[in-house]
């Protein structure tokens, strides 16, 4: 039979696996995109501010080294300020070598500025950015206060007039010329290294958020899997567990309806030997009762008249001999169905014959379950060797669950046995009407265990018992069923040369 099958759906997968693996990615990109980024741009930012003002000293040197020379005398003042601004002029750093230096004196003027010639020379106390930031005048006031410092501004982009962006500057001023040496960055040179770190950190991201996502789903796939698993042995075992219960209580219940089939056959006995006595006893008191009715013609006993007495009493001892006749025969073929006998393999069996007891003992069940039963024996079968009360059991079972199958009392079953000269084997063919077999389910149905209907108390053992009897006589079973229009079994059985020469009469 047939056991439904297990469904594991994704709700009931434990949150233990799945809420690690969801807590992991999200903790993880937090991690990269809320901390180590801004903490990486504000350690930039903290690295680049700390290169200008470096940068700056090295320039303060270079204007020293200049300096020193007008104190010893070999050079003048005016020389060696003309030779310091040439070689601030020159000096460049940065990824393209744009980035540059400036100096403005204490009033302010420009006094060098490597891509504002045209402010060299000038006033530049008014100048001031497009938010109206006054810068080299924030400049002085920085120096004058504290030496050197920091400020940002807008101004144009290194050597380019047209384009003006927020830029950092440190400054510093040089007492002995009065001079203020200054240098700065671009902040958007360090968003678009933000901006290319990003990128790289996320595809790198994006490539272990990947090998993360295939992990976590081969994690969740195969816990997935445990877990059906787990349900589907749990699920099984508590099945065998009941369905060993249930064959412990139908071993019981073959012992106690073996001992209740003795039990009825002992008064069963009783009423052929005495029905028959009292049959003769009957036929001895005719004469008498003959007589006393030519007599006394109206006379009565329990009611009834001498011509009544005179034709139902003899019906009457018929009814109870033919009826203890029949529970004998009944009692008889329970006890040997039920009766664990050795699995000896002698019997010459002419199987219609053992099909007809089959269907004699479930008459009732059959009856009961539908109005339409076909029967085709053909008697003249060659015999096989076997087991009779084995072969018996397979058509019993077959046919209960043929029974079972239907749907109404107006579903068939048609039962017919045959020879095949070709294969040299009999059959037995069992056609029902009923609900079918579903297709995914249809190979497995000989399984041990394997039922649909353990609520109604089935092993899920007929079939495959069934099977291994048939198998031990050589035969086999073949299944073919239609989902909504019924089930046709087969089962063939080899002709033993030695018995088949005979047949059943």
């Not at 949150?15 to 999200?26: A, D, G, T, Y």
């Not at 109206?298 to 009826?323: C, K, V, W």
């Not at 056609?431 to 399984?447: A, N, P, S």
């Not at 031990?472 to 073949?478: F, P, R, T």
């Amino acid at each position: 039979m047939i056991n439904k099958p297990i469904k594991l759906e994704l709700q009931n997968l434990p949150i233990s696996i799945i809420f690690p693996v969801i807590l992991s990615v999200v903790l993880f990109s937090m991690t990269i995109f809320l901390l180590i980024l801004p903490s990486l741009e504000s350690t930039l930012m903290a690295n680049r501010r700390e290169l200008i003002r470096n940068l700056t000293e090295v320039a303060l040197s270079t204007v020293r080294q200049y300096e020193a020379k007008e104190r010893s005398g070999e050079l003048s003042r005016k020389q060696a300020q003309a030779l310091a601004m040439q070689h601030l002029r020159r000096l460049r750093y940065g990824a393209e070598s744009l980035d540059y230096f400036w100096i403005n004196d204490m009033h302010p003027n420009m006094i060098m500025h490597p891509y504002r010639t045209d402010l060299e020379g000038k006033d530049i106390s008014d100048y001031a950015d497009p938010n109206g930031k006054r810068l080299f005048t924030e400049f002085v006031k920085i120096v004058r206060r504290q030496g050197s410092g920091y400020e940002d501004y807008m101004w144009q982009w290194k050597d380019d007039p047209q384009r003006v962006v927020l830029k950092l500057s440190f400054v510093k001023g040089f007492k002995p010329w009065n001079w203020i040496v200054g240098t700065g960055l671009y902040i958007d040179d360090i968003h678009t290294e933000i901006k290319k770190i990003t990128q790289k950190l996320t595809l790198i991201c994006l490539g272990i958020l990947l090998t993360l996502f295939v992990l976590s789903f081969f994690i969740i796939s195969q816990s997935v899997k445990v877990e059906k698993e787990r349900q589907r042995a749990e699920s099984q075992s508590k099945q065998q567990q009941e369905q060993l219960f249930h064959a412990a209580k139908m071993v019981s219940v073959g012992t106690l309806v073996s001992g209740v089939a003795h039990e009825v056959n002992n008064p069963a006995t009783s009423i052929m030997m005495n029905a028959p006595l009292l049959k003769k006893i009957w036929n001895s008191f005719m004469p008498i009762i003959d007589e006393y009715g030519q007599n006394q013609p109206n006379f009565q006993i329990s009611g009834m008249s001498y011509a009544t007495l005179r034709e139902r009493i003899p019906m009457l001892l018929n009814h109870i001999e033919d009826g203890a006749r029949r529970i004998k025969d009944i009692v008889t073929e329970l006890k040997d169905y039920a009766r664990s006998k050795p699995s000896e393999m002698n019997d010459e069996i002419n199987v219609s014959h053992s099909v007809r007891k089959a269907v004699a003992l479930l008459s009732n069940l059959i009856h009961k379950t539908t109005n339409f039963l076909s029967l085709d024996y053909r008697m003249d079968l060659p015999l096989i060797r076997g087991n009779a009360q084995k072969i018996e059991q397979v058509v019993i079972n077959l046919l209960v669950n043929a029974c079972q199958a239907l749907k109404n009392r107006k579903d068939r079953i048609s039962i017919r046995t045959n020879y095949d000269e070709i294969s040299n084997c009999v059959s037995i063919e069992i056609i029902d009407t009923g609900v079918g077999i579903e297709f995914e389910v249809l190979d497995r149905i000989k399984d041990p265990f394997f039922t649909t209907k353990q609520e109604s108390g089935n092993t899920g053992l007929g079939l495959a018992i069934s099977d291994r009897i048939i198998k031990d006589h050589g035969g086999k079973i073949q299944f073919t069923s239609y989902p909504g229009k019924g089930t046709n079994v087969v089962v063939q059985l080899p002709v033993n040369n030695k018995a088949g020469a005979k047949k059943y009469k």
